[in-house]
């Protein structure tokens, strides 16, 4: 039933546009959040509106996002069914599958630039909240979730619409590619959504 | 009569009782004085005397088991001290809501109340909980949470009916979308449907929202326990009593809505203790009633007399005013079964004030003058009376020393009790009959002779056959040591108790392993829970959650899904919302047949949209939202969690298992039911072989059985021993005391028989009937076999038959009518008693004369 983000994502015409936000800071944590989710949807709507071949957005989500995070929720409770070559692979895909799957998600409604709203602490991360134009007027809340590393700083570390995570829908879609078709179903299927 | 004793045939003992009697008979205002005197002052000491209804205390303090038992107790006396309420429910968030308003309401009541655990409701637990799960289900949860954060968010912000349809439908097209099973809906689509089925049918069934989303089945029933502490009052003869009614009261105030789907019920030793004493004395008065009836007909029939009735009344209550003194200044305080010398003093006590009259009437009635009647029933009931009275003590002395502590002081009470009762016998009866000659009776007064049936061959052959027959079944005789046995079976508290020991989950049957170190108490757990017999065994250290920091990063992850179903603005996650009507129409046709729940929720709906008014969609509204703020609590909560050690558990559950003075706990759950006697021997030696030093219930309901069996046993063969060899000594018969024990050892066989036919076993309550045989089977014997012997073949045209026969009705008499109780004790406390007495007396009246005779002709 709440495969519910996915739908959106092909139901809702969505109009991305440079945010130009004047968030509340609370903390410097939240503002390295805000900072974070800032550049990123700057640079990804740039990238998704300009006439790049997608290695602008996938420079974007690469600078933004945590990827051993992602990989680690992604295929953890299936990290037996890859091998060592097979789980190097999927770490070389992740970057360029998500990059698609922002683009999947995001790339209608690109007149008008997604907008920062503020910061809010969440357990030991911050969730940025932000405001993307649907094709049909509306808003579509999307909160980037940011987590602090004490070595790389702030990184995005999931997405969530409707307060359903994309980490926790592609898990388990991925979870179920594996125990049909084993771990190069999920590298075939990232390989065919990659940007 | 020519039965007279020549003056070679008197023993010392008859001269020695002749003459007290012939001296009482002399000086009654002086007997009356001292026995005034008597009773006064030990009226004052038993003012002292108390009861301790602990039935732990029936074995001896010093043997290990209780060492054990008392040092558990020392250490963690919140587990036996503590009341449970327990609410029952097919709705856990019915249970849950009702489970916080109790426990709200008793910590507003602090007067009563030392404190307050209700596990399902307590903060903490609810904010960690989902660690004490494993990581998958965890992962799964979480997951659906997820999914269903913003359908949440929707009812959280506008818990309306309409949004309510709005947003199944919602669901229902977004799976559609997916393509993903639409069996992801099946549950809460039943849900809803039991919802909408339950108001048809003009019940309220509250949404399940916390089984729903944690992917429990909603309709299964489950048990929340509230642990109380109350505060006691020990100036009461239930010191729990005031703390019981402060719970009775919270819980008949709990609005009615709120209870309907749930059971509540009270128990743990303090509840179960009270409604004990309220089940002994709840039907007490129609007992006595009965029982003095009872008691005054058979005795004024039995004796002929009114006025003979009372003194040999009077001679009986003085004896037990005297021997509760003694009690008192003795013992200081009863517990279970030696409560109980009341019934043995009633029973063995009335003996001699029967014989001593009956025989002084009988005397009278064959021309004696009083004096001269009672310096002959001295002479010819001396040895009788006086013989039996010790035999009797001693039988009783017998149970004195064993571990059984319940009737070791029994034991020295009724010994002392039987003496007591033969010294007033042998000097208050004289005495009244010196102050009210008439009582004697007079030359030439009727009397109604017995049927000589211990001489008819077939009688004493068909006793024989049956007390051989009974051996089967008495083989199979055992002892119940489980104090729930002797309850009231209907009773709340029991009930209660009842319902949890069906489940291993709840059960009360539980041992205890105290250990050192924390270390030890985990390795102890560990090898408790490979036996077959162990069903689960918990340290401190179980209560720990494993894999942590895993599950923490699941709830990380969940986090954000949380806080949106909670505090977050719900999305419209389609583009075009309908309306209300529409999306009931639109849900309706997306329902398809292939899952339970959709069809089921179809069918539900179709009767629903018929049938809808206002009043039913405002019920219906009511009932989807009733606990939807309980599951918005909770998860709130969630987002709290954090790294848990054992420091950090609530105190109370902390201190369940480690002492203030750092003694470790684990406690061992069985496998099998424990109701079930071999069940139970087989969980304690599987717990005893792992470690000696086990301890609790389980462990000491078997110590107990076992030290009762071997006590009993113990204390009926010394007694015999001591019995049988006090009167060879006094009679220089063997022959005598082959008579008169023989049939003691076939009344005893037919009353194990029948306690096994009767499916009720021996415990702490009816015990009393083993040394009330042996007295009664003894002093009946006695007085048989030597009126046998003074009269030999007319024994059933003496007074002796009728006077054991009527001490034996009025001893069934006066407590017989406890089979009415409701307290399962009591009640087979009058059966058992009846069925001892009677084979007692049968087995005397047939056996011991025609054993005589047998002997003496062999």
């Known amino acids: 039933m709440f495969r519910m983000i996915q739908i959106l994502a092909v139901v809702a015409s969505l109009a991305l546009g440079i945010a130009s936000a004047g968030p509340v800071h609370a903390d410097e944590k939240q503002d390295r959040a805000i900072q974070v989710t800032e550049r990123l949807l700057a640079e990804a709507h740039s990238a998704l509106t300009g006439n790049g071949n997608g290695t602008a957005l996938r420079g974007a989500i690469s600078s933004a996002f945590a990827f051993d995070v992602w990989e680690r929720f992604l295929i953890e409770s299936r990290s037996d069914a890859f091998t060592d070559d097979q789980r190097s692979n999927f770490r070389s895909l992740l970057p360029g599958f998500l990059a698609h799957l922002y683009q999947h998600q995001f790339q209608k409604g690109l007149d008008t630039a997604p907008t920062l709203g503020d910061a809010r602490k969440v357990r030991r991360d911050v969730l940025v909240s932000s405001t993307f134009l649907r094709p049909n007027g509306g808003d579509l809340p999307v909160d980037w979730r940011v987590r602090e590393f004490p070595d790389r700083g702030a990184q995005v570390i999931d997405v969530m619409v409707g307060g359903t995570s994309f980490l926790v829908l592609k898990r388990e879609e991925f979870a179920a590619m594996i125990d049909s078709g084993g771990a190069e179903a999920v590298l075939t299927h990232m390989q065919r959504n990659s940007l | 009569m020519g039965n007279r004793p020549s003056g070679s045939d008197l023993t010392a003992a008859d001269r020695a009782v002749a003459a007290i009697m012939v001296m009482a008979s002399r000086l009654p205002w002086i007997v009356i004085a001292l026995v005034v005197a008597l009773v006064l002052g030990s009226g004052l000491a038993a003012t002292r005397l108390g009861v301790d209804a602990d039935s732990s205390k029936m074995i001896a303090a010093h043997l290990p088991a209780q060492q054990r038992a008392q040092a558990l107790n020392t250490a963690f006396p919140y587990l036996k001290s503590s009341v449970a309420i327990v609410v029952q429910s097919g709705n856990a968030d019915a249970a849950d809501t009702v489970v916080t308003e109790i426990v709200d309401r008793l910590n507003a009541a602090p007067d009563w109340i030392a404190s307050v655990f209700a596990p399902s409701v307590d903060p903490f637990l609810v904010a960690h909980g989902f660690m004490y799960r494993t990581t998958e289900e965890v992962d799964r949860n979480f997951t659906r949470l997820s999914k269903s954060a913003n359908l949440l968010a929707r009812l959280r912000t506008d818990p309306t009916i309409e949004t309510f349809f709005a947003s199944l439908n919602e669901a229902a097209i977004l799976t559609e979308r997916s393509e993903i099973s639409a069996d992801a809906l099946d549950r809460l689509y039943a849900e809803t449907a039991e919802v909408l089925e339950a108001r048809r049918a003009g019940k309220a069934r509250g949404f399940a929202w916390t089984s729903v989303l944690e ?97 040999a009344l009077a001679s009986l209550i003085v004896s037990l005013v005297i021997t509760t003194g003694f009690a008192a200044l003795t013992v200081g305080q009863l517990n279970l079964v030696s409560v109980a010398f009341v019934v043995l003093l009633v029973g063995l006590g009335i003996d001699f004030a029967i014989h001593v009259l009956a025989h002084i009437c009988e005397q009278r009635r064959h021309g004696s003058q009083l004096d001269d009647a009672i310096t002959l029933t001295g002479r010819r009931t001396g040895l009788a009376l006086g013989l039996s ?447 001892a007495m009677s084979a007692a007396i049968l087995c005397v009246l047939a056996l011991t004369p025609a054993i005589m005779r047998w002997l003496k002709s062999h």
């Open chain 2, 389 to 835: 009275a010790a035999t009797t003590a001693l039988a009783f002395l017998a149970f004195a020393f064993t571990d059984f502590a319940g009737m070791s002081q029994l034991g020295l009470i009724g010994a002392a009790g039987v003496l007591i009762a033969f010294t007033t016998a042998i000097t208050l009866i004289p005495a009244g009959l010196a102050l009210r000659p008439g009582l004697a009776g007079q030359p030439g007064d009727a009397t109604v002779d017995l049927p000589r049936f211990g001489f008819r061959p077939a009688i004493p052959m068909i006793v024989i056959a049956v007390g051989l027959a009974a051996i089967l079944p008495a083989s199979q005789v055992r002892f119940d040591a489980d104090p729930m046995g002797l309850r009231d079976p209907e009773a709340p508290s029991v009930r209660t108790f009842q319902a949890l020991a069906l489940e291993p989950e709840t059960t009360p049957y539980r041992a205890s392993v105290v250990t050192e170190t924390a270390a030890e108490a985990r390795d102890m757990a560990r090898a408790l829970e490979a036996s077959d017999f162990v069903g689960a065994a918990i340290s401190i250290s179980d209560l720990v959650p494993v894999e942590q920091e895993r599950k923490l990063d699941l709830l990380d992850l969940a986090a954000p899904s949380i806080d949106h179903a909670v505090a977050g603005q719900p999305t419209d996650l389609i583009d075009e919302p309908e309306n209300e009507a529409d999306a009931l129409n639109s849900l309706f046709e997306r329902l398809t047949p292939g899952s339970p729940g959709s069809e089921r929720l179809k069918a539900a709906l179709s009767a629903y949209r018929t049938s809808r008014t206002p009043e039913t969609d405002a019920a219906l509204e009511t009932d989807l939202f009733l606990y939807f703020n309980l599951l918005v609590d909770r998860l709130s909560g969630m987002l709290e969690a954090d790294m848990v050690t054992a420091q950090d558990l609530p105190r109370q559950m902390y201190d369940r298992f480690v002492s203030p003075t750092g003694v470790h706990r684990v406690e061992v759950v069985p496998q099998e039911d424990l109701g079930f006697s071999p069940a139970l021997e087989r969980f304690v030696t599987a717990v005893t072989e792992i470690s000696a030093e086990a301890s609790g219930g389980p462990i000491q309901l078997q110590a107990a059985a076992d030290t009762v069996s071997r006590s009993i046993l113990q204390a009926v063969l010394i007694a015999a021993l001591a019995t049988g060899l006090l009167g060879w000594v006094a009679t220089r018969r063997l022959t005598d005391m082959v008579a008169i024990m023989v049939p003691l050892g076939f009344a005893a066989v037919m009353t194990a028989g029948m306690s096994v036919l009767l499916n009720m076993p021996f415990n702490y309550a009816n015990v009393i009937v083993l040394p009330l045989l042996i007295g009664i089977g003894i002093d009946s014997g006695i007085h048989i076999a030597i009126r046998e012997r003074r009269a030999p073949g007319a024994v059933f045209t003496t007074s002796t038959p009728r006077a054991v026969i009527v001490s034996a009705l009025t001893t069934m008499a006066a407590f017989g009518t406890l089979s009415l109780s409701d307290h399962q004790g009591t009640a087979s406390m009058g059966v058992l008693l009846a069925v």
């Open chain 2, 215 to 311: 992917g429990e089945d909603a309709l299964k029933r489950v048990t929340r326990v509230i642990t109380v502490v109350p505060i006691l009052d020990r100036a009461r003869l239930s010191p729990a009593k005031p703390a019981l009614a402060v719970i009775d009261g919270i819980i008949a105030d709990l609005p009615p809505d709120l209870v309907r789907p749930v059971r509540i019920g009270v128990t743990g030793e303090p509840a179960l203790r009270a409604e004990e004493m309220e089940s002994v004395l709840g039907t007490i008065a129609l007992s006595l009633a009965l029982s003095l009836v009872f008691v005054a007909v058979i005795l004024a029939v039995g004796l002929q007399s009114i006025g003979r009735s009372l003194l």
